[in-house]
């Protein structure tokens, strides 16, 4: 099994519910707890297995805003592994996973410095490297619905923009959704292989903003009514 | 990168120490300048073993989870820091018999000393070089990425070891080791050079294109995620801006190099080898930081960076 996620840009709001998810079920899960330092203070900062950034894409009037959850990759050729002195790090022959054994890690940051895509953060209370589980202490309980085997993001997204499942089945649905809208890696210059893809937002016909014409008579009542009613 | 003293003290006194303990051996094998007499080697011996431990236990210092430290050595398959710790570990009882032999044993146990004393010089050698593969191995880091770093660190190791070694020798036994220093000079100062040159000339690296996988258009960053920094902003943001990078490369060259050059084309006094010794290994510390300083990882491409 090849386990990881699609992550399709093209309907991510970028609400952040996949990383309080994250944060919630992790906190006391395997690798918990995620340390927050100064949380209500001025300087808010903690660790996060997930984070979402948004970018511009283009130039105005030609752009789009893109949201862009990232957490560990479970990269094929994970460098984060191999550099790891203690051996700590490991990638499971199973599914893929990559984990950190939180009782070997001795805290160097060697492999955080390793990983492209940011996964690794220090947690500096316990002195040890978190990163994204896949919710490994959940997909396989037997204990919860068959539905409920998922990752915590990808169930709490609301607009349905994460997925999980088996790359290494060509027919499962990442596999066939990452076939069919071209789902990519991200900097695969770097060899890394990862296993999250990437779904690029769909083609969209721009939304007219000049030359628009003689305005029809819903857009002269819409005026009217504009001008009339005082706000 | 953020630049951490502890790993720039660690790395400048490791790399001395072996560097030093390196040409101990070599002078004692192949008798350079009619060889060191086994006093001469004991004091600058047991100097290097005190550089390289202090060096190492500053690293250990440096580690967010000291008691784990042992395990370091568990992947020595994979691993150049695993490597470096190895070698590094067993360097410490060959290079302590090495010495104890030369101090202590009679003229009849020539061959086994140096026996460990060519063990105790490859280890250092492996040693020195394993510091540099942990930085040139990351693909995440152009600057670092490249077979000049591991030759850098072997060039200025044995640089400041030739020096740390001039300045226990009385100014009558310098003779060879003087043209051997300037020779180490020349070379590390070459290497250095080609570095700086290369790291600013352009190149074919990670954009924030390829890092988004958004090709075909310009992308900015409109948001980070989080109001404050992160472990991320924290290890990988540090910049310094090129005004102050390029004031330091001066002082560096200055003081590591064109200094200790001065002093050592003018017939070198042994006060004189001390203060040059000081100044470049002060040097080598401008060097470290600026290694760490000017270093982009990739990473800095989600927070905004256009290329590393
Ligand atoms: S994303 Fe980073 S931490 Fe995750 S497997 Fe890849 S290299 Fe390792
Ligand atoms: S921080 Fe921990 S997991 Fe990462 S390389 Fe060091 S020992 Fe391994
Ligand atoms: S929960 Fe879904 S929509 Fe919200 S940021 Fe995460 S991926 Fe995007």
């Not at chain 1, 009217?224 to 009613?229: G, L, S």
């Not at chain 2, 040097?283 to 290694?291: I, N, S």
Request: with cysteine.
């Amino acid at each position: 099994m090849r386990l990881g996620l699609v992550i399709d840009l093209d309907v991510c709001v970028g609400c952040h519910a996949c990383a309080i998810a994250c944060k919630q079920w992790n906190a006391s899960g395997m690798t918990g707890a995620l340390t927050d330092y100064e949380p209500y203070g001025a300087e808010p900062s903690g660790v996060w297995f997930n984070r979402i950034r948004s970018y511009e894409v283009g130039e105005y009037p030609v752009s789009k805003t893109i949201n862009f959850p990232m957490s560990c990759m479970h990269c094929e050729d994970a460098a984060c592994v191999t550099v790891c002195p203690t051996g700590a790090s490991y990638k499971r022959a199973e599914d893929g996973i990559v984990l950190v054994d939180q009782d070997k890690c001795m805290g160097c940051n060697f492999c955080s410095w390793a990983c492209p895509y940011g996964a690794r953060e220090l947690d500096r209370a316990t002195g040890t490297m978190k990163k994204c589980t896949l919710c490994a202490d959940r997909i396989y309980d037997q204990n919860l619905a068959v539905e409920d085997r998922q990752p915590a993001c990808v169930l709490t997204c609301p607009a349905h923009a994460r997925m999980f499942g088996d790359f290494d089945d060509p027919e499962s649905a990442v596999s066939r959704t990452v076939r069919e809208r071209s789902g990519y890696q991200l900097m695969p210059e770097l060899g890394y292989n990862p296993t999250n893809h990437y779904l690029p937002p769909r083609k969209a016909k721009p939304i007219p903003i000049e030359n628009l014409g003689k305005p029809g008579f819903k857009e002269k009542l819409k005026t009217f009514v504009n001008k009339v009613v005082k706000r | 990168m953020h630049p951490a003293f502890s790993v720039i003290f660690f790395t400048v006194s490791s790399g001395a120490g072996l560097g030093l303990f390196a040409l101990l051996v070599l002078a004692d094998l192949f008798k350079l300048g009619g060889g060191l007499s086994s006093q001469a080697l004991l004091m600058p011996g047991i100097l290097a073993i005190f550089l390289v431990g202090g060096g190492f236990l500053s690293s250990v210092f440096h580690l967010a989870n000291p008691k784990n430290s042992w395990r370091a050595v568990m992947r020595f398959r994979t691993s150049w820091l695993s490597r470096e710790g190895v070698f590094g570990l067993l360097f410490f009882p060959f290079a302590s018999i090495y010495l104890g032999l030369a101090w202590l044993a009679p003229e009849s146990w020539l061959p086994v000393r140096y026996v460990f004393g060519i063990v105790a010089l490859l280890l250092s050698w492996a040693a020195i070089f394993s510091t540099g593969m942990i930085y040139a191995c990351l693909k995440t880091i152009r600057q670092w990425n490249t077979p000049l770093t591991p030759a850098n660190y072997l060039a200025l190791g044995h640089f400041s070891g030739v020096l740390l070694l001039l300045a226990f020798l009385p100014q009558e036994n310098q003779g060879l080791f003087v043209f051997l220093a300037i020779a180490l000079l020349a070379v590390a100062a070459f290497l250095k050079a080609i570095y700086y040159f290369w790291i600013v000339a352009p190149h074919i690296s990670s954009t924030i294109n390829t890092a988004t996988g958004f090709n075909r258009a310009k992308v900015k960053l409109l948001d980070q995620g989080h109001t404050h920094g992160t472990f991320l902003t924290q290890e990988f943001g540090f910049q310094v801006a090129r005004k102050y990078r390029l004031i330091l490369k001066a002082i560096f060259f200055l003081i590591a190099f064109v200094y200790p050059l001065m002093i050592l084309i003018g017939n070198p006094t042994q006060g004189g080898m001390v203060i040059a010794t000081i100044s470049a290994l002060l040097g080598l510390v401008v060097e470290r930081w600026l290694f760490f300083a000017e270093a982009r990882h990739v990473v800095n491409l989600y927070h905004g960076a256009q290329r590393c």
